[in-house]
């Protein structure tokens, strides 16, 4: 009963934080499960970084436009984490390290998760899974071994890197067999795109492309306050003194596996919402760890520990203010709801519409489908596909597009982009602008759209 309360309490405290507090969907899993539903294929019809799985999962909600199925399927996936995350604590410790585990999972996972949908929320609920079977079985049958792989397979579909969860796995097990449908998942996608005539392009962009991209990260800002960053290797410190003290309590348990697997994301970086998954491992270690130690060591560690909760909780009271004050999520910002109004009077039925731009919210609620590859473009996109410029160049001619937005002001990312400016300026009229955006139309139909206004 006290662990059934304990955890009610814990899943509507999350709940309450979560769902009062601004949710952030990223445009690209709204944009890319849009374009999915209408039958194109991720990588060879359009550009993105991350793999199918998860945009598949999310195809489901795109006709709502308000995007409030995929606000709320977000609270589902983090309520799915805390039940994993107090089912393990619930396994492998006390009451004492279930309650500290728990509380250190909410206030961390909202400081990181930042309240918005992004690959790590939904992954980290496969290496739950597959460490609870770990941990809460003795011996695991042949069947469960290849379950174990099929997770990791499909996870990895989210993210490449994701597929390192399943060497844990085989380091404890001391067994392959994950490795057989590890393999048949990634056979059979792989068979997808080439009979789709997409599998070079899959390769490229799916795995080359976020090889090359894991470390260009270090290159940008540090995402996570070096204080916070601090505390955390603090803690995570006098949790591995605690530990050594205890380590024979910690026999069949891999925590530590995990947490070194799911720490790698450490060496392309500091963003923080990529560490959505070591978080909860480390939440858990350090919920194990006061759950099983005695003593004058429990006492020094939970002064420490309560040092540290009460920095954290700070933390995620100042994100939870920033949230709620200063963000205003994509598809609810004015300038978008304004710039959709306006272009829709120009009679869009048939016509093509390219936006130069980082606004890929603007196809969606126009209903229009890019008519370019690269349908977004960042410095480590271009940097890897040097002929972005011309491609969009090319796509524009071959497919007669129509209609141009340029948004104002211009998008620092096309700035040096001075050869698919001039190319509009040269086959495009200018037909309507205001504060917001630049409206140009394909020289032979200008007259048409013009009478349409």
Do not use: C
């Given at each position: 009963m006290f662990y059934l309360i304990t955890a009610s309490i814990f899943l509507f405290a999350q709940t309450l934080i979560i769902g009062s507090a601004n949710i952030l969907i990223y445009p690209e899993f709204f944009i890319y499960p849009w374009l999915l539903s209408k039958r194109l294929l991720i990588f060879r019809d359009f550009l993105a970084q991350h793999g199918p799985f998860l945009y598949l999962m999310l195809v489901p909600f795109?006709?709502?436009?308000?995007?409030?199925?995929?606000?709320l399927f977000y609270v589902a996936v983090q309520t799915l984490t805390l039940i994993l995350v107090l089912a393990i604590l619930r396994k492998t410790t006390g009451r004492l390290g279930f309650v500290l585990g728990g509380v250190l999972f909410i206030i961390h996972n909202f400081y990181i998760a930042d309240n918005h949908l992004w690959d790590d929320v939904i992954a980290v609920n496969f290496y739950m899974f597959i460490y609870y079977w770990l941990v809460s079985k003795p011996r695991l049958e042949r069947r469960h071994l290849l379950i174990i792989g099929l997770l990791a397979g499909l996870v990895s579909l989210i993210k490449p890197y994701y597929a390192s969860v399943i060497f844990p796995a085989v380091i404890v097990t001391g067994s392959l067999v994950p490795f057989i449908s590890f393999f048949v998942v990634w056979l059979a996608v792989m068979v997808f795109y080439a009979v789709n005539h997409g599998l070079w392009i899959f390769l490229d962009q799916f795995i080359f492309y976020n090889i090359y991209y894991a470390f260009q990260l270090k290159k940008y800002q540090l995402w996570v306050s070096v204080t916070f960053l601090k505390a955390g290797v603090l803690m995570l410190t006098f949790g591995l003194a605690g530990?050594?003290?205890?380590?024979?309590?910690?026999?069949?348990?891999?925590?530590?596996?995990?947490?070194?697997?799911?720490?790698?994301?450490?060496?392309?970086?500091?963003r923080k919402v990529d560490y959505v998954i070591y978080t909860a491992f480390f939440c858990i270690f350090i919920g194990q760890v006061a759950g099983k130690l005695t003593g004058k060591k429990l006492a020094a560690f939970l002064i420490v520990?309560?040092?540290?909760?009460?920095?954290?909780?700070?933390?995620?009271?100042?994100?939870?203010?920033?949230?709620?004050?200063?963000?205003?999520?994509?598809?609810?910002?004015?300038?978008?709801?304004?710039?959709?109004g306006r272009i829709k009077r120009f009679g869009l039925e048939q016509k093509q519409v390219y936006v130069l731009g980082n606004y890929p919210e603007l196809y969606y609620f126009l209903e229009k489908v890019p008519p370019v590859w690269h349908n977004m473009v960042w410095p480590f996109s271009?940097?890897?596909?040097?002929?972005?410029?011309?491609?969009?160049?090319?796509?524009?001619?071959?497919?007669?597009?129509?209609?141009?937005?340029?948004?104002?002001?211009?998008?620092?990312?096309?700035?040096?982009?001075?050869?698919?400016?001039?190319?509009?300026?040269?086959?495009?009229?200018?037909?309507?602008?205001?504060?917001?955006?630049?409206?140009?139309?394909?020289k032979m139909l200008t007259k048409t759209v013009r009478d349409r206004v």
């Open positions: 795109v006709n709502d436009r308000s995007l409030l199925s995929m606000k530990y050594w003290f205890i380590r024979n309590k910690f026999k069949n348990n891999p925590i530590l596996l995990f947490l070194v697997f799911s720490g790698l994301i450490f060496f392309t970086g500091f520990l309560f040092f540290y909760l009460f920095y954290s909780a700070r933390q995620a009271k100042h994100i939870y203010y920033t949230i709620n004050t200063f963000r205003v999520p994509y598809t609810e910002r004015p300038v978008v709801g304004r710039m959709v271009s940097a890897y596909y040097r002929n972005t410029e011309q491609e969009i160049i090319n796509d524009l001619k071959k497919k007669q597009v129509d209609l141009v937005v340029i948004p104002k002001p211009l998008d620092p990312n096309y700035k040096d982009f001075h050869r698919l400016i001039k190319f509009i300026y040269q086959q495009y009229q200018l037909i309507y602008q205001d504060n917001d955006f630049w409206l140009y139309s394909l």
